[in-house]
């Protein structure tokens, strides 16, 4: 049978962390099994449910590259399925009517909580019976599943191993709301087995619906899917991830400049694991990616591993992917790379010194943009009057330059040190704040060589201007 995965968020918040790795590992496992994914928007709760949610799960989806085959389905476009089945369920007395109001549940509840028992539902419970005894056709009421009171529900579930779970320890759940609208536990259900799911991974907090669930598949006579419940993510601290870790949302990864396949990276080892390794492309994570290696017990996020491995995809990506997530970041900055060198030379260039591409987009802009002043402790250590003569120097050499090239450069520095009978710092240093503005930068002759000739010696005569009006101060 072909393996079918789904994603079935909640619209109420954007795609958060624990709901990407949810994703990844549902997709993955498809693709492992040249399957399908699905993605199913669960809408059912109208109040808590936005479009703006729909929206931004939809981009982080995308944005992680989290395709899917189908959908994505709306719950809120299947009300009429969901009715036809909870009728159905009536007619066969596998459901029924519950008149009982709240208030007489809650009473129960607390009684039971008093009493020492644990709180449930109980259908024969003599103030329930009496309540729908004497209610008439018309009055508002919920409709419950009909549990079964006997024997238990018993799964294998592909990460927590056998599960069994006694019917006494079930109440009957209600499926329709006394507004009319199906609830989510039976919605599901009725999804997946419509949507031909095969395997539902998801994460460990569905874990106590799973046996209710199971029920009610059997109920309907639909085949019972395979279940992977996944441990929750805890933050670098060991309490439960939360908007206190700092980025949540998987865009605001995107906004901090992480590489998607760095996070997708990052996210697959947390909480599965190939022998020891860290690093995995796409095509190996979905090549050796199963359902069983997954870990049982909860991870903690690492912020300083999740670092380390976008400084290597920054290094080590084809500079073209790179240059298609760093253009976000420069358009957020004004940069226009059509007035300049090559991106992806730049990425090459600087790359390598960077953990985030927010740090790359903030040392790539005097490639593209000139700037009208120099970094004030830069200049003020470098561009004194004793660079006069480096700078003059190399100007000279820079101007009747014929090859325009690093090694060029690099014998222009060499040359400037030759005839000045001075040491490198006292020629690099001066040229690298006149052609970036700031005192840190990848190798000065590389740098200069990406600049381009006019505006190296623009900013040369820049710099000398800058030293000309110190000295006259
Ligand atoms: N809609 C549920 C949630 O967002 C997931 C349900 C499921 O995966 O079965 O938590």
Known sequence: MKVKTRFAPSPTGFLHIGGARTALYSWLFAKHMEGEFVLRIEDTDLERST??????????????????????????????????????????????????????????????????????YDAAHPRIVEANAGAKDGD?????????????????????????????EL??????????????????????????????????????????????????GAPVPEFAHCSMILGDDGTKLSKRHGAVSVMQYRDDGYLPNALLNYLVRLGWSHGDQEVFSIEEMT????????????SAFNTEKLLWLNNHYIKTSDPEYVASYLQWHLDQRNIDTANGPDVKEVIK???????????????????YQDFETFDADAAKKHLRPVAKAPLETALAKVESLAEWSTEALHQVIADTCADLEVGMGKVGMPLRVAVTGGGQSPSVDAVMCLVGKERVVARIQMALAFIAEREAQ
């Open 51 to 120: 479009q703006e949610a729909v929206d931004a799960i939809i981009e982080g989806m995308d944005w992680l590259g989290l395709n899917w085959d189908e959908g994505p389905y709306y719950q809120t476009k299947r009300f009429d399925r969901y009715n036809q089945l909870i009728d159905q369920l009536m007619a066969e007395d596998k459901a029924y009517k519950c008149y009982a109001p709240k208030e007489l549940l809650d009473e129960i509840r607390e009684e039971q909580m008093a009493a020492g028992v644990k709180p449930r």
């Open 140 to 168: 508002p009421h919920v409709i419950r599943f009909r549990n079964p009171t006997e024997g238990s529900v018993v799964f294998d579930d592909h990460i927590r191993g056998r599960i069994e779970i006694s019917n006494s």
């Open 171 to 220: 109440d009957d759940l209600i499926i329709r709301r006394t507004d009319g609208s199906p609830t989510y536990n039976f919605c599901v259900v009725v999804d997946d087995w419509d949507m031909e799911i095969t395997h539902v991974i998801r994460g460990e907090d569905h874990i106590n619906n799973t046996p209710r669930q199971i029920n009610i598949y059997q109920a309907l």
């Open 287 to 298: 090549k050796l990616f199963s359902l069983d290696k997954i870990s049982k017990s909860a």
């Open 349 to 367: 260039l600087v790359g390598e010194r960077c953990n985030t591409l927010v740090e790359l987009a903030d040392q790539v802009g005097y490639f």
